[in-house]
């Protein structure tokens, strides 16, 4: 038996998230059909952690163990066979069999594409969140550095988590224009459910002149309340995970 | 009774193009029967020029007469309320009664993306054209000067088409990468039927050493059969109309 781990990249606009669910297509159900369509075997697929249904995935991380007979390097062309063009492994390599896709992972990096037309564009609606309002980004890129550090970001967690531990690392944060883009990368050793999108729009209503407090008091408050709305799934991309 | 002169923006992606048809969805279709929905006028829009099924548009360009009390300003956000996501109206602007999208027009500008992975990458799927082989951008680069200049462009036309005059100008070509894509820009008095993909098909041909020939050669012997494969529509994206 081996422990195979999968990086994929996936367009989640037309799934339910990663995880599998009743009545409704997650990522996962759709990845372990195919790996059973060739393998014969179900296989329960670990991932990095969930994704919310219209988040993207540049380079998701999985794994399966598996007895399969088909060559290492010949996974992912197998696999693709099996899938809708919305989804493709983009590498297979083998792993030791202690290898977790969630526990293994040191850190996870996140993509927020957001746009400031005056209406969203045809061209990235399910790819950006476009925000109509002026917007101020130099005063959001100062107010993201706040974040960097560890922190308690209960705050920061979307309702509905049972997690305890709400303390999270943030190694980097890096808000930049870019052509039509406001572009957001955050880095850390892990993230509370919604936390990315919660950030993101918090420093949304900085930007606009919403929300006025110092973010670092924000964080330090520990209440939900005082950061920011919630942003959209689709303009969350899954970067990288670290291991 | 006014000329209004529409900016559009639209995925192509669920359409069958631009110009109406039976049995099919068409962008024309979808915007006319908005406008109605607005003005009850049953109009005739008129577009620079169709795009083919999957074919994109940052900027298309259609006028049509009307005689609405709607105010001018208040045009595109009416239109667009009743518009699928994937088509928007940017702007709308008063010409005079003469004006015509297409026999206006005096050059045009479209965008190619073209990615060059070992195969076609999810987020990327519906707005580029994959090129699973190794290239040589520089060459493709040399060779596509070759465009520029006013020639008899009969060779690259789309069987189909039963234009006479196939004499066309290229203004200006660029070929460049940026970030994961290879770009192609064109801009030109008017293009022929596929044109714009055949250009890129012939350049990715001899940017993978399938054709040898030098474009001079290929486009003064005025034969399709010389010149490279079509290049499939959902990379190509009418990026400006010029008046």
Redesign the interface.
């Known amino acids: 038996m081996i422990n195979v781990r999968l990086t994929i990249?996936?367009?989640g606009t037309n799934y339910a998230g990663w995880q599998r669910q009743k009545n409704a297509v997650s990522i996962q159900q759709i990845i372990e059909e195919a790996i059973f369509s060739i393998t014969k075997e179900k296989v329960n697929l670990i991932s990095s952690g969930r994704t919310d249904s219209g988040v993207?995935a540049?380079e998701q991380v999985a794994n399966f163990l598996t007895n399969t007979k088909i060559p290492l390097k010949s996974i992912p062309?197998a696999i693709?066979s099996k899938l809708p063009?919305?989804?493709?492994i983009i590498s297979a390599d083998e792993v030791s069999l202690d290898f977790h896709s969630r526990y293994s992972a040191i850190k996870k990096r996140y993509k927020y594409i957001m746009t400031n037309f005056s209406?969203?564009?045809?061209?990235y609606?399910n790819?950006a969140y476009n925000i109509p309002y002026k917007l101020d980004i130099e005063k959001m890129k100062q107010q993201a550095k706040s974040l960097i550090g560890t922190h308690d970001f209960v705050g920061f967690m979307g309702s509905g988590s049972s997690v305890k531990d709400t303390v999270r690392t943030i190694y980097d944060i890096d808000l930049y224009k870019k052509d039509d883009f406001i572009i957001l990368e955050v880095e850390g050793n892990g993230f509370l459910y919604n936390m990315v999108r919660i950030i993101v729009g918090t420093l949304v209503d900085i930007g606009r002149g919403k929300i006025n407090e110092d973010l670092t008091l924000i964080i330090e408050s520990k209440d939900r309340n005082k950061a920011g709305h919630t942003a959209p799934a689709k303009g969350l991309f899954l970067k990288k995970v670290y291991y």
Do not use: A, G, S, V
């Open positions: 990249q996936y367009d993207h540049l062309k693709n063009p919305d989804i493709r209406f969203e564009m045809p061209l609606r790819y």
